[in-house]
């Protein structure tokens, strides 16, 4: 028997930002590719009003169909209205209002057997009204900021709390973001560990020297990869530098932090050891991975970031602070290093792995449990189970 999974996902990749949510959309293609799944994907786009929606930014998004084959997969992308710096707390409420008819459109044209919720702010909240307005068992997935962000403002802690009591299941993506939601007040009996994937054919080991080739680099070097913003700690890396004189860092991702990056860079004298690639289409990440001697990332907060363990997969160690599954990946001294979250000890353990470095085989093993398989296998096990098969 078929089992017809409406998945609800603000973090959905587009023509206009195909990095964005690339982990949910390989998520819902490996749960589509099994014969007794049938996946819709509802992805809604906010909007601020006319004519603010075709300018700047919001213009490509505007520009996107409402509905489409992406891959193997059907995605509707309805709109709804926001306030660009003022709707965090009123999304909920307006995404519903925007989608409701549409879910109600397809559910009788084929019902709908459960929710699954990619995000637990707003997509959690929403799936939590849709579920009520059709009848039907929902699943939220906790990552990280949206626990540790959304579920802690004042404006939005008590839909996030709300959502995970009234949700049939729940998924976390560390056993540490388990830890979170339960202290939350949410119930850990109905919570289930599910760990991200990584595409190990496509984030293998190649050679080092020939990487830095390609990338138009050479000697030592340190790699960051994730979204310019103060949360990541690039700034620490930065600052870790003066103590790591032979070291060209590279910051992989866009954000509007990278002006301030920047001038701290010029300040500290190391500019010219710091270079920003801005973002790199995911399927070209593998080559950038491959040519780090080091990936270091870190945050003051995380669920277990996908760049963790893609930089494994290629042989690279890393070195992150002890946030979220921090702990559950880096789980042998091959791996890399779990530090505080000051610059003396980044560069200290930095410098450690430099001059020794772990063969990368060896670091490949510690990714060698996170497959596409094994996250589908969970989620199908759970998705079933809340639906009552």
């Not at 959905?12 to 990095?19: E, K, Q, T, V």
């Not at 080991?205 to 340190?222: F, N, Q």
């Not at 992989?252 to 289409?281: H, N, W």
């Not at 996908?306 to 042998?332: F, H, K, Q, S």
Request: net charge positive; hydrophobic share 45%.
């Amino acid at each position: 028997m078929t089992l017809h999974v409406l998945m609800l996902s603000t973090l959905f990749p587009d023509m206009s930002r195909p990095n964005f949510g690339v982990f949910v959309e390989r998520q819902a293609r490996e749960l589509a590719g099994r014969d007794e799944i049938d996946v819709t994907v509802m992805a809604p786009i906010g909007l601020p009003p006319w004519p603010l929606a075709r300018a700047g930014r919001y213009a490509p998004l505007h520009a996107l169909p409402q509905q489409e084959r992406w891959k193997n997969l059907t995605v509707h992308r309805p709109r709804f209205p926001i306030i660009p710096g003022l709707s965090g707390r009123m999304n909920v409420a307006a995404m519903t209002r925007a989608i409701l008819p549409l879910v109600r459109k397809l559910h009788e044209q084929r019902p709908f057997d459960v929710i699954d919720a990619s995000f637990f702010y707003p997509d959690g909240p929403v799936a939590r009204r849709l579920s009520r307005a059709l009848g039907i068992p929902y699943s939220v997935k906790a990552r990280g900021a949206d626990i540790h962000y959304w579920g802690r403002r004042r404006g939005t802690k008590a839909a996030v709390r709300a959502a995970g009591t009234d949700a049939a299941g729940l998924l976390a993506v560390s056993q540490a973001m388990r830890q979170s939601m339960a202290a939350m007040g949410m119930d850990a009996d109905k919570i289930t560990v599910h760990y991200t994937g990584v595409d190990l054919d496509h984030f293998g080991i190649v050679d080092r020297e020939e990487a830095k080739t390609a990338l138009g680099v050479s000697g030592k070097i340190v790699l960051c990869v994730g979204a310019l913003i103060p949360r990541k700690g690039q700034d620490l890396l930065i600052r870790a530098l003066p103590s790591l004189p032979d070291v060209t860092l590279l910051l992989a991702g866009q954000g509007q932090y990278r002006r301030t990056l920047e001038k701290l860079a010029e300040e500290l004298k190391v500019d010219r050891r710091v270079g920003f690639l801005g973002s790199i289409p995911h399927h070209k990440l593998p080559r950038v991975f491959a040519a780090a001697d080091v990936m270091a990332l870190p945050s003051s907060s995380e669920g277990l970031a996908n760049a963790w363990v893609e930089a494994l997969a290629c042989g690279t160690p890393i070195v992150i602070t002890d946030v979220g599954g921090a702990r559950e990946l880096v789980d042998r001294p091959e791996a890399g290093r779990i530090v505080a979250r000051e610059p003396e000890a980044i560069a200290e353990a930095i410098s450690a792995v430099l001059t020794d470095p772990p063969d990368g085989e060896t670091v490949r093993q510690a990714a060698l449990r996170f497959t596409w398989t094994a996250n589908a296998d969970t989620l199908v096990a759970h998705l079933n189970r809340i639906a009552g098969r």
